[in-house]
């Protein structure tokens, strides 16, 4: 009988593996994506720099985060920014993932560059969905076309039916590759806004650990690598424009 009180005083101390933390996110690549049911992209590396932190991932639209966020049933939501936040919610403050918008215009367009002023007064995809960055949102020089989502705005764009739409260069990835071939991507970055992470409230010391993991990340150079491979140029260079 004594042996066994031993061996239950030896179990009482054994750790008892924490439940994992449950993120929801609309899925956006190279960002965070889902390959052969694995969860995939920056943000999904960043958070396993936490290895005792178990994170769950859960795949939907951002109306659908953001319900389940109000009714406290995530604990982590990707790219939901301050306004969106409930209360008492945090965002992180390290800037890990951007969104890089380029100008979009049909296949056609006699435009090499980009300018406001080429555009001035010309039709430009507005989705409402979208937050975009401050200045293109306060910007009054286009002719705003609403648009449901990417898909919608990439088709508008195809069919001439806009002159621009302002997105990421990925935003041809799910689109009809018809309407992908028929628009193309001008150089210059317009604009760019940061899409930080949301955590629900009580996990202030998660948000610290995650912000001191970006800043390793920046230091030992492995996400200015990230967007050399993905879009070309380094994060710096890619968030100093906001521009229209």
């Not at 960002?31 to 769950?56: H, K």
């Not at 409930?86 to 300018?115: C, D, E, I, M």
């Not at 764009?157 to 935003?171: E, H, K, Q, S, T």
Request: proline letters at 8%; charged letters at 20%.
């Amino acid at each position: 009988m004594k042996r066994w009180l031993v061996l239950l005083g030896c179990l009482w101390w054994l750790p008892v593996a924490a439940k994992p933390f449950l993120l929801c996110a609309e899925p956006w690549y190279p960002f965070i994506y889902q390959d052969a049911g694995q969860a995939r992209g920056l943000l999904v590396d960043a958070l396993q720099r936490q290895p005792d932190v178990r994170i769950r991932y859960r795949f939907m639209g951002m109306a659908g985060c953001e319900k389940l966020m109000r009714q406290g049933q995530v604990d982590l939501a990707a790219f939901a920014t301050m306004s969106h936040l409930p209360p008492g919610w945090l965002n992180t403050r390290q800037t890990l993932v951007t969104w890089v918008l380029y100008a979009w215009v049909p296949l056609k367009s006699p435009v090499t560059h980009f300018s406001p002023e080429a555009f001035a007064g010309k039709r430009l995809a507005w989705i409402d969905a979208y937050d975009y960055p401050e200045t293109l949102d306060k910007d009054q020089q286009y002719r705003r076309v609403p648009a449901v989502d990417s898909v919608e705005a990439v088709a508008l764009l195809a069919n001439g039916r806009i002159d621009l739409m302002l997105d990421d260069p990925f935003v041809t990835q799910d689109v009809d590759p018809v309407f992908a071939r028929a628009i193309r991507r001008l150089p210059e970055v317009v604009a760019s806004k940061p899409q930080p992470l949301a955590l629900r409230p009580g996990l202030g010391w998660l948000r610290d650990r995650i912000d001191r993991g970006v800043q390793q990340m920046r230091d030992d150079g492995s996400l200015d690598a990230f967007y050399q491979f993905h879009f070309g140029a380094g994060l710096q260079a890619l968030s100093v424009s906001d521009k229209p």
